[in-house]
Protein backbone atom coordinates (compact mmCIF):
# COMPACT_ATOMS: atom_id res chain seq x y z
CA UNK A 1 0.00 0.00 0.00
CA UNK A 2 1.44 3.19 -0.90
CA UNK A 3 2.29 5.66 1.27
CA UNK A 4 0.41 9.29 1.15
CA UNK A 5 2.41 12.07 0.03
CA UNK A 6 2.53 15.80 -0.60
CA UNK A 7 1.70 16.29 -4.21
CA UNK A 8 3.25 19.93 -5.60
CA UNK A 9 1.01 21.36 -8.62
CA UNK A 10 3.15 24.63 -8.07
CA UNK A 11 4.85 27.16 -6.62
CA UNK A 12 3.80 30.73 -6.80
CA UNK A 13 3.80 34.23 -5.12
CA UNK A 14 1.50 35.66 -2.73
CA UNK A 15 1.90 33.76 0.23
CA UNK A 16 -0.44 35.42 2.10
CA UNK A 17 -3.62 34.93 -0.40
CA UNK A 18 -6.10 32.12 0.32
CA UNK A 19 -6.07 29.21 -1.56
CA UNK A 20 -8.70 28.75 -4.01
CA UNK A 21 -11.76 26.86 -3.50
CA UNK A 22 -10.41 23.56 -5.86
CA UNK A 23 -10.06 20.26 -5.09
CA UNK A 24 -6.73 18.53 -5.89
CA UNK A 25 -5.95 14.84 -7.03
CA UNK A 26 -7.97 12.23 -5.25
CA UNK A 27 -10.42 15.24 -4.29
CA UNK A 28 -8.34 16.50 -1.40
CA UNK A 29 -7.86 20.05 0.04
CA UNK A 30 -5.54 22.59 -1.19
CA UNK A 31 -2.50 23.21 1.37
CA UNK A 32 0.55 25.36 0.86
CA UNK A 33 3.85 25.29 2.47
CA UNK A 34 5.04 28.71 2.78
CA UNK A 35 8.43 30.65 2.78
CA UNK A 36 9.22 34.55 2.87
CA UNK A 37 7.32 35.88 -0.22
CA UNK A 38 6.78 32.02 -2.03
CA UNK A 39 4.04 29.14 -1.48
CA UNK A 40 4.34 25.74 -2.61
CA UNK A 41 0.33 24.42 -3.35
CA UNK A 42 0.65 20.86 -3.27
CA UNK A 43 -2.25 18.42 -1.14
CA UNK A 44 -1.99 14.68 0.44
CA UNK A 45 -2.54 12.20 -2.24
CA UNK A 46 -1.34 7.98 -2.32
CA UNK A 47 -0.15 6.26 -5.34
CA UNK A 48 -0.83 9.45 -8.20
CA UNK A 49 -0.11 7.80 -11.60
CA UNK A 50 -0.14 9.82 -15.13
CA UNK A 51 -3.63 9.45 -16.46
CA UNK A 52 -5.40 11.90 -18.50
CA UNK A 53 -8.01 12.99 -15.40
CA UNK A 54 -4.78 13.25 -12.87
CA UNK A 55 -3.22 15.34 -15.28
CA UNK A 56 -6.15 17.62 -15.68
CA UNK A 57 -6.80 18.39 -12.35
CA UNK A 58 -3.39 19.10 -12.35
CA UNK A 59 -3.77 21.33 -14.42
CA UNK A 60 -6.83 22.88 -13.17
CA UNK A 61 -5.04 23.64 -9.98
CA UNK A 62 -2.79 25.63 -11.45
CA UNK A 63 -4.95 27.50 -13.89
CA UNK A 64 -7.24 27.88 -11.07
CA UNK A 65 -3.74 29.62 -9.23
CA UNK A 66 -2.65 31.64 -12.21
CA UNK A 67 -6.27 33.63 -12.08
CA UNK A 68 -4.96 35.94 -9.14
CA UNK A 69 -1.39 35.07 -8.57
CA UNK A 70 2.34 34.11 -10.45
CA UNK A 71 2.78 30.83 -10.50
CA UNK A 72 5.35 28.35 -11.73
CA UNK A 73 4.10 25.34 -12.49
CA UNK A 74 5.12 21.88 -11.33
CA UNK A 75 6.20 19.21 -13.58
CA UNK A 76 3.52 16.27 -12.94
CA UNK A 77 4.30 13.89 -10.37
CA UNK A 78 7.16 15.52 -7.68
CA UNK A 79 5.96 14.69 -4.65
CA UNK A 80 7.36 14.94 -0.56
CA UNK A 81 6.84 12.79 2.54
CA UNK A 82 6.31 15.93 4.80
CA UNK A 83 6.05 19.41 4.54
CA UNK A 84 9.60 20.01 6.33
CA UNK A 85 10.88 18.21 2.76
CA UNK A 86 9.14 20.80 0.56
CA UNK A 87 9.49 23.44 2.95
CA UNK A 88 13.64 22.74 2.90
CA UNK A 89 13.43 22.76 -0.64
CA UNK A 90 11.83 26.51 -1.01
CA UNK A 91 14.66 27.67 0.95
CA UNK A 92 17.39 25.76 -0.72
CA UNK A 93 16.06 27.32 -4.22
CA UNK A 94 14.71 30.41 -2.73
CA UNK A 95 16.41 32.66 -5.11
CA UNK A 96 16.20 31.44 -8.50
CA UNK A 97 12.49 30.76 -7.85
CA UNK A 98 11.80 34.06 -7.11
CA UNK A 99 13.92 35.24 -10.03
CA UNK A 100 11.18 32.58 -12.43
CA UNK A 101 8.05 34.03 -10.67
CA UNK A 102 9.17 37.55 -11.02
CA UNK A 103 10.01 37.17 -15.01
CA UNK A 104 6.70 35.10 -15.54
CA UNK A 105 4.67 37.95 -13.84
CA UNK A 106 1.62 39.20 -15.32
CA UNK A 107 2.15 36.77 -18.47
CA UNK A 108 0.78 32.93 -20.12
CA UNK A 109 1.91 30.69 -21.96
CA UNK A 110 -0.10 30.17 -25.73
CA UNK A 111 0.99 27.08 -27.55
CA UNK A 112 0.98 26.57 -31.51
CA UNK A 113 1.32 23.80 -33.79
CA UNK A 114 1.50 24.08 -37.25
CA UNK A 115 0.22 21.09 -39.06
CA UNK A 116 1.13 20.92 -42.99
CA UNK A 117 0.55 18.60 -45.76
CA UNK A 118 3.68 17.08 -46.67
CA UNK A 119 4.68 17.96 -49.99
CA UNK A 120 7.01 15.31 -52.04
CA UNK A 121 6.50 12.88 -49.53
CA UNK A 122 9.73 10.30 -49.88
CA UNK A 123 7.00 7.51 -48.69
CA UNK A 124 4.85 8.26 -52.34
CA UNK A 125 7.43 7.27 -54.42
CA UNK A 126 8.28 3.60 -55.40
CA UNK A 127 11.15 3.16 -53.06
CA UNK A 128 13.42 1.51 -56.03
CA UNK A 129 12.96 4.59 -57.73
CA UNK A 130 14.49 6.91 -55.36
CA UNK A 131 18.69 7.08 -55.06
CA UNK A 132 20.12 8.31 -51.65
CA UNK A 133 20.56 11.89 -53.65
CA UNK A 134 17.39 12.39 -54.27
CA UNK A 135 16.20 11.43 -50.85
CA UNK A 136 18.97 13.52 -48.99
CA UNK A 137 17.18 16.19 -51.63
CA UNK A 138 13.71 16.53 -51.17
CA UNK A 139 14.72 16.29 -47.10
CA UNK A 140 16.91 19.07 -47.52
CA UNK A 141 14.04 20.51 -49.25
CA UNK A 142 11.66 19.82 -46.72
CA UNK A 143 14.24 21.40 -43.81
CA UNK A 144 14.44 24.87 -46.10
CA UNK A 145 10.60 24.94 -46.48
CA UNK A 146 10.05 24.53 -42.42
CA UNK A 147 12.97 26.92 -41.67
CA UNK A 148 11.05 29.75 -44.27
CA UNK A 149 7.65 28.74 -42.23
CA UNK A 150 8.97 29.53 -38.66
CA UNK A 151 10.56 32.71 -40.13
CA UNK A 152 6.76 34.09 -41.54
CA UNK A 153 4.96 32.42 -38.65
CA UNK A 154 6.97 32.16 -35.89
CA UNK A 155 8.57 35.52 -36.34
CA UNK A 156 5.10 37.97 -36.09
CA UNK A 157 4.78 35.81 -32.72
CA UNK A 158 7.78 35.89 -31.49
CA UNK A 159 7.39 39.61 -31.55
CA UNK A 160 4.58 39.89 -29.35
CA UNK A 161 5.87 37.53 -26.50
CA UNK A 162 8.23 38.48 -23.92
CA UNK A 163 9.60 35.24 -24.16
CA UNK A 164 9.73 31.82 -27.21
CA UNK A 165 10.64 28.48 -27.49
CA UNK A 166 10.29 27.21 -30.83
CA UNK A 167 11.23 23.65 -32.67
CA UNK A 168 11.09 23.38 -36.35
CA UNK A 169 10.37 20.74 -38.52
CA UNK A 170 9.90 18.18 -35.48
CA UNK A 171 8.32 15.84 -39.06
CA UNK A 172 7.26 17.00 -42.37
CA UNK A 173 3.63 17.09 -40.75
CA UNK A 174 4.47 19.19 -37.76
CA UNK A 175 6.94 21.50 -39.10
CA UNK A 176 6.24 23.89 -36.21
CA UNK A 177 5.78 23.69 -32.70
CA UNK A 178 6.20 26.33 -30.26
CA UNK A 179 5.78 28.11 -27.05
CA UNK A 180 4.89 31.87 -26.27
CA UNK A 181 5.42 33.50 -23.07
CA UNK A 182 2.68 36.45 -23.96
CA UNK A 183 1.40 39.40 -21.15
CA UNK A 184 -2.44 39.01 -20.46
CA UNK A 185 -3.12 42.27 -22.11
CA UNK A 186 -1.59 41.14 -25.58
CA UNK A 187 -3.64 37.56 -25.52
CA UNK A 188 -6.10 39.29 -27.58
CA UNK A 189 -3.39 40.71 -30.27
CA UNK A 190 -1.85 37.29 -30.26
CA UNK A 191 -5.01 35.30 -31.34
CA UNK A 192 -5.54 37.87 -33.83
CA UNK A 193 -2.37 37.51 -35.52
CA UNK A 194 -2.47 33.77 -35.91
CA UNK A 195 -5.58 34.70 -37.02
CA UNK A 196 -4.29 36.59 -39.38
CA UNK A 197 -1.43 34.40 -40.19
CA UNK A 198 -3.86 31.39 -40.85
CA UNK A 199 -6.00 33.29 -43.11
CA UNK A 200 -2.17 34.27 -45.31
CA UNK A 201 -1.15 30.43 -45.20
CA UNK A 202 -4.21 28.28 -45.92
CA UNK A 203 -2.19 25.74 -46.72
CA UNK A 204 -1.48 25.15 -43.48
CA UNK A 205 -3.52 24.54 -40.09
CA UNK A 206 -2.40 27.09 -37.13
CA UNK A 207 -3.80 25.06 -33.72
CA UNK A 208 -3.15 27.89 -30.69
CA UNK A 209 -3.68 26.41 -27.28
CA UNK A 210 -4.00 28.03 -23.88
CA UNK A 211 -3.59 30.24 -21.88
CA UNK A 212 -1.62 27.50 -19.76
CA UNK A 213 0.06 28.58 -17.04
CA UNK A 214 4.00 28.94 -17.97
CA UNK A 215 4.89 25.53 -17.96
CA UNK A 216 7.66 25.77 -20.49
CA UNK A 217 9.33 28.91 -19.47
CA UNK A 218 9.09 27.70 -15.50
CA UNK A 219 12.77 26.56 -15.15
CA UNK A 220 14.85 28.10 -13.16
CA UNK A 221 18.33 29.16 -13.86
CA UNK A 222 20.20 27.63 -11.14
CA UNK A 223 21.25 24.76 -13.57
CA UNK A 224 20.61 21.20 -12.09
CA UNK A 225 20.58 21.18 -8.55
CA UNK B 1 -3.37 12.84 -44.64
CA UNK B 2 -6.98 12.40 -43.24
CA UNK B 3 -8.85 14.96 -43.17
CA UNK B 4 -9.94 15.35 -39.89
CA UNK B 5 -12.47 18.15 -38.34
CA UNK B 6 -10.92 20.92 -37.44
CA UNK B 7 -12.41 20.85 -34.12
CA UNK B 8 -12.04 17.36 -33.43
CA UNK B 9 -8.08 18.43 -34.36
CA UNK B 10 -8.04 21.46 -31.94
CA UNK B 11 -9.22 19.06 -29.32
CA UNK B 12 -6.30 16.31 -29.35
CA UNK B 13 -4.17 18.83 -29.69
CA UNK B 14 -5.23 20.18 -27.10
CA UNK B 15 -4.84 16.88 -24.62
CA UNK B 16 -1.11 16.73 -26.71
CA UNK B 17 -0.22 20.21 -25.36
CA UNK B 18 -1.20 19.08 -21.66
CA UNK B 19 0.78 15.85 -22.09
CA UNK B 20 4.00 17.76 -22.96
CA UNK B 21 3.65 20.78 -20.61
CA UNK B 22 2.82 18.82 -17.54
CA UNK B 23 4.88 15.84 -17.67
CA UNK B 24 7.75 17.08 -20.11
CA UNK B 25 8.31 20.99 -18.46
CA UNK B 26 7.16 22.94 -15.16
CA UNK B 27 9.30 23.32 -12.60
CA UNK B 28 11.01 20.39 -10.72
CA UNK B 29 12.06 20.31 -7.50
CA UNK B 30 13.89 17.40 -5.69
CA UNK B 31 10.94 15.88 -4.40
CA UNK B 32 11.36 12.65 -2.15
CA UNK B 33 9.26 10.72 -4.82
CA UNK B 34 8.83 11.25 -8.26
CA UNK B 35 7.20 9.34 -10.90
CA UNK B 36 8.83 7.15 -12.38
CA UNK B 37 10.57 8.12 -16.05
CA UNK B 38 8.76 4.46 -17.03
CA UNK B 39 5.18 5.40 -15.95
CA UNK B 40 5.48 8.72 -17.75
CA UNK B 41 6.78 6.61 -21.10
CA UNK B 42 4.12 4.40 -20.43
CA UNK B 43 1.03 7.16 -20.44
CA UNK B 44 2.76 8.83 -23.43
CA UNK B 45 3.29 6.21 -25.65
CA UNK B 46 -0.69 5.39 -24.44
CA UNK B 47 -2.02 8.89 -25.31
CA UNK B 48 -0.39 9.14 -28.57
CA UNK B 49 -1.85 5.66 -29.49
CA UNK B 50 -5.79 7.60 -28.57
CA UNK B 51 -4.85 10.54 -30.38
CA UNK B 52 -6.27 9.58 -33.75
CA UNK B 53 -5.34 12.80 -36.30
CA UNK B 54 -2.68 14.22 -34.63
CA UNK B 55 -0.59 11.16 -33.48
CA UNK B 56 -0.69 9.42 -36.54
CA UNK B 57 0.21 12.54 -38.36
CA UNK B 58 3.83 12.32 -35.94
CA UNK B 59 4.04 9.04 -36.18
CA UNK B 60 3.45 8.92 -39.97
CA UNK B 61 5.60 11.72 -40.57
CA UNK B 62 9.02 9.53 -38.86
CA UNK B 63 7.76 6.89 -40.94
CA UNK B 64 7.71 8.28 -44.25
CA UNK B 65 11.45 10.04 -42.99
CA UNK B 66 12.25 6.21 -42.71
CA UNK B 67 11.17 4.52 -45.66
Sequence with gaps: MPEPALHLYAITDRPEAELPDVAGLDDARLCAVRHDGLAAVCSWATGVEATPPALWRHEAVAET??????????????????????????VRREDALAGSL??????????????????????????????????????????????????????????????????????????????????RERVDAFRSEVERLAAERPD???LCTGPWPPYSFAATDEGAA | ?????????????????????????????????????????????????????VGTIERGGEAAADA
Design chain 2, 1 to 53: MTETPLAVQQQEVTLLELVDRVLDNGVVLSGDITLAVADIDLVYVGLRALLSS
Design chain 1, 102 to 183: RRVAGCVELGLRVLAEPQDEPSDEPLGDQTGRAYLTIRLEARRRAERLAAEVHGPLARLAEAARERVLLTERLPLSAAYLVR
Design chain 1, 204 to 206: LRL
Design chain 1, 65 to 90: LMADRSVLPARFGIAFTDEAGLRAEL
